[in-house]
Structures are given as structure tokens and as C-alpha cells.
């Protein structure tokens, strides 16, 4: 295991430096400076767990995560949703999506009391998706829902409420892939009835919008403009998947060859939103950073604005799948996925209690991550030095699902008696046992089997140690790292003192019958020696 000062001595350290200027502040844009300058504040290792609003026009249809793209996805259930609902999309397009978007049963104060009493200790507003429309009072992007959809600013108001209730506030940029994410809205459907007939980014512009509710503004600004366009000809489905697959079908981190200015406009988008809302954490939807420097030159320029904010490099910046060296300089966000053992660099996981944006048929049959199953992801990640940032999927009005208010109404119950377990802790000498091991890795949380009750979770705070079990046992409780060290009290929280022996194996005790809706109890641990 590196250390920061084995990291910075390094040659393959000096390799990864930027080459851009400094900005204004204590941070140069380059990884030596981010890497040497950052430390990440002890308010994200204390609040361990966030919720998130990522909500746009694509939970309008109500049908689920990438619609935009999928909508023009010739033979997918999301295209054939689309025509079946709102017409083909060479005529009705996802630009007539964002006008169906009106917000109108959106209540974030109600929304973000419940958030507070479910345990949520910082809350972050989706900024922009891959559709390319900005959510907030956006000075360089005109596709933004001030102009178009519900009329307001959506990060402020956020911001606004957040703040009031205490909690720390993030945003989240994800429009760094909007360039290619979009270019099956530039193709044609290879089949069928309307084969050849090119969906409406293909054609549409300004001009077009004279006397329609978009009246003045650019499709291309918001479709992004041609950069893979499928030749005419393509005549199946299949052939026509493959074309996209081959071109635009990939994550990409680097710049359109053919669109300097997407670049530009996307670091000039990234500023603002730093500058008018000053979050606490910002979240790049990106592996590494994207657009090499310019990348960096976002990351610097947040940590000066926090260093004038607040005297110090008070916030977090977030993106994924970086090197042990990046992880010095920013928080790495492992997506829908678990870590094996201790990281000594606080982490973040992201997950969603269903779909990334919101999808009916999903609540219709019961298929979210319940309280209990969320609690346990927490208690992992949390006793693995990281913090859990959970979506609430919002309707396109704005209101979330009954199913949704039951998992935020169990999750208060749970926090209201054991939120001392992980509210401020820090990891213990092991992060657990037990017989179900976590799949590492990003995008996997689906290869991790139940958790049991034998598998236990550790988390420490004031020379207190919590023993989080996953699941409610029904026999005696047997903790093998326990063999060692004086155990002097053990104590269910919410619950009695419980009687207990400590011998050469570990220790031993019995939980009392669960109650109705209890789950994932917490034994707090006083005593002496290793503990």
C-alpha cells in the first residue's frame, strides 16, 4: 500500500501532471497540486450517508434510466414505448419530452424533511444528464429548465432547502457524454413502415421553433450536434445496433474530434454551477475526469472557489474508477458497487433504490432495494471507510411512489435507534466477518449474494465499538473478532442490556425476537484492551 508521500515521489507521479495553468488560489491544475493540497473534510467522513434527487426530463415517461437514447434505439422496449405514447420520434422527439415536463406536484420541503428523518446527513441535486439539459440558472447553456420544461431553478431551489434543514448540498454533472450519448438521435429506423425516415435532431432547427414553446433556441445546442451520423442504407435492425455500438456506443472520457467547443462550453457550464451554488460536494459522472486538462482545470478551479469560501478546501469532488495515486486528490465514487476490504482514503458508493430515473413498472411490481437491504449496503460501506449516496427516484411531476415513502419512512425508524452506529464513526481494526464476500468493483452490486446473519459489520466512535448484523439471527450470535480484548457491557440498541461470555473463540450472546418491522440490529460494545 502506497502512502501520499510514496505516491508523490514517485516518477509515475510527475508522468500523470497536467500542463495547465494555475488558477486563482492555492491549487494549481495539475495532479501534483491537487494531489498535494487535498484532504478530504472531516464533515463527509462524519455524514456517511446522502440522498439524491436525480430527476429530469427523461422520468417523464415514467419508463426508466437513458430514455432519451433508447427512445431512438430502433426495436427496443423504450422506442416502442415512445411511438406508442407520444408518436414517432422523427416528428415527437425527447426535445417535446422536456416540454411535457412541468414539475407540477413537486414539493422539496415535504421531500426533504422526509430525506432528514431517513438519515440522510448531505443531499444532492442532479445538475444535468447525458440529455444535455441543465437543471439549474444556467449563464452559457440555453437549453435549461429556467427557459423550458417546469420554468424554475431546480439546484437552487434545492440548495435553498438543504441548506435550511442542515444539510451539507452537492450537485451532480453528468453532461460530459451528452456529446455521444445523442447521436442515435440523428439516425433512422431500418425497418418497418417508417424505414429511412430520420428522427428529429437530423433536421431540426432554430428556425423551426418559431411559434412552438422553444420559440428562440437551437435543437443542435441541444442534441449536440452530428458527430457519428449513420449513413443512409442501413437496412436492419441489428446492422443499425451495430453501427452505433462501434461508434457511439461506448463510454468515451475524451473530447468530440469534430466539437472543440462542447468542450469549452462544458467547463464554462461546470463553473457556473460551482460559482452561483457553491456545493459541498460536486459529482462528475466520469471515469477519471473527463477532457484531460480541462478536466483538471474543473477540479482546480472548485478547490480555489472552496478555499475562498471558506478559508480551507472544505468540499468533495467525486468520479470513478481512478488510480491509487488519483484517489489522493479526489474521492472516487465506485457506482452500484462494493470494496473488499478498508480503503485508507474515504470513498463513495451510488446506487439507487430502483432505476436512475424513475420507472412505473419497476414500483408496479415491488422491485426496489428495500430499507433493509439498503441499511445493509450501508453498514459495508460505511465500515469500509466510504459513504453511501442513495437516489430516490422522482415521477416527472416531481412526487415519489408510496413504495418509496414506506422505504424512507423505514429508514427514519432505523436511524431514530441506531443512527449513532454510523453517524461520525470511523472503521475498526477490521471491517467484519462473516461467510458473504462483496464483490469489488464498479457497476457489480448485483454479484453480491444475500447477506446473512452471521455476516457482521464494524464501526467505532468515542472508544465505543457497534457490531452491525446484517440480518436478525435467530440463534446465538458468535463475533470471532472479539477473542481478544476485555468486553465489559453489550447492548442492543433500542433494546436491553444483554447477558454475554467472552472466551478464546470470540463472544457469545442472544438476541431477543425481533419486533414487527425491525431489522439489521446493532449491538453497541464497551470494554477494554484491543476494542
Known sequence: MF???????????????GSGAAKAGPVAADWQSLVAAYRVPDWFRDAKFGIWSHWGPQCVPEFGDWYGRLMYVQGSPFHEH??????????????????????????PQALMERFVKAGARYFMSMAN???????????????????VGPKRDIVGTWEKVARAAGLRFGVSNHSSHAWHWWQTAYGYDAEGPTKGRRYDAYWLRKHHGKGTWWEGLDPQELYTGPSFVPPDGIGSIAAMNAWHDKRDGQWMEHAPPQNPGFVRKWLLRQQDLVEKYRPDIVYLDDYRIPFGQTGIDAVAHYYNQSFAWHGAIDGVLTAKQLSPYQRYGIVEDVERGFLAGIRPQPWQTSTCIGNWHYDRGLYERRGYKSAKNVVQRLADIVSKNGNLLLSVPQRGDGSIDSEEEKILADLASWFAVNGEAIHGTRPWRVFGEGPTETKPG???????????????????????LYAILLDWPERETRIGSLAQGKVE???????????????????????????AGAFVPVIRIDGRGTL
Do not use: C
Not at 515521489?9 to 500523470?16: C, D, E, F, I, Y
Not at 446473512?452 to 464501526?459: G, Q
Not at 453489550?490 to 425481533?514: I, K, M, N, Y
Open 82 to 107: 415512445h411511438v406508442r405514447t407520444y408518436g414517432h420520434p422523427s416528428r415527437t422527439g425527447f426535445l417535446d419530452i422536456i416540454g411535457r415536463w412541468k414539475a407540477e406536484a413537486w414539493d
Open 442 to 464: 464498479h457497476m457489480n452490486e448485483a454479484a453480491t449474494a444475500p447477506f446473512t446473519s452471521a455476516d457482521i459489520r464494524f464501526t467505532t466512535k468515542g472508544g465505543t
Open 3 to 17: 502512502s501520499r508521500r510514496d505516491l508523490l515521489r514517485t516518477g509515475a507521479a510527475s508522468a500523470m501532471l
Open 489 to 515: 457491557r453489550v447492548h442492543l440498541l433500542g433494546g436491553p442490556p444483554l447477558p454475554f461470555r467472552q472466551d478464546e473463540t470470540g463472544l457469545r450472546f442472544s438476541l431477543p425476537r425481533a419486533a
Open 129 to 147: 444528464h447525458h440529455d444535455n439539459l441543465d437543471t439549474f440558472d444556467s449563464a452559457h447553456h440555453e437549453w435549461n429548465t429556467l427557459r
